[in-house]
């Protein structure tokens, strides 16, 4: 989730959310704006803004590590006209380099999942899927066992080597 907090009310059914750049710094070299997401849209107008980002946002930042990956390493800036308040009138931009840091930041503390796995025995090479960008090299081999059948008492483990 990503919480905004402005000044006025706004109108949360305004935003756009392709108007929102994530920075890893006001001089960072790494930047992602958003392509998508959902606003929440409360029954009374509110001065703070919740988008629940997009599965496709949400891994595309997990991969341009550093960005947002700590509190420092979290900073935000709009283009002109990204939302308007309550009577029409839109926002002005923040650049990057005025970009602000995030006043709260929550770690991910969601372990990654396996989604599914491939595994061609003529060309040696088993493929894993999981729920959410990984870092590769963070993965250990001779973690990984294999079963010749769902009964994993009665069937046989083979454990990959590295």
């Given at each position: ?35 998508g997401?959902?606003t ?15 599965l ?13 990956s ?7 800036s ?12 839109p ?6 380099a ?23 025995m ?41």
């Amino acid at each position: 989730l990503l919480n905004l907090t402005f000044t006025k009310l706004v109108d949360a059914a305004t935003v756009n959310t392709t108007r929102i750049t994530l920075h890893n710094g006001q001089a960072g070299a790494v930047d992602y704006t958003l392509t998508g997401g959902t606003t929440y849209q409360p029954a009374v107008p509110r001065r703070v803004v919740t988008i629940s980002l997009s599965l496709g946002d949400l891994n595309a930042i997990k991969a341009a590590y550093p960005l947002v990956s700590s509190r420092v390493t979290s900073y935000l800036s709009v283009a002109n006209a990204t939302l308007t308040d309550l009577y029409g009138n839109p926002n002005i931009g923040i650049a990057k380099a005025d970009s602000l840091l995030a006043d709260v930041y929550v770690d991910d503390t969601t372990a990654p999942l396996i989604d599914y796995f491939d595994l061609n025995m003529s060309t040696a090479v088993l493929t894993i899927g999981f729920s959410e960008t990984v870092n590769a090299s963070s993965l250990l081999g001779s973690s990984l066992v294999l079963w010749s059948g769902a009964n994993v008492s009665a069937a046989v483990s083979y454990t990959i080597v590295s």
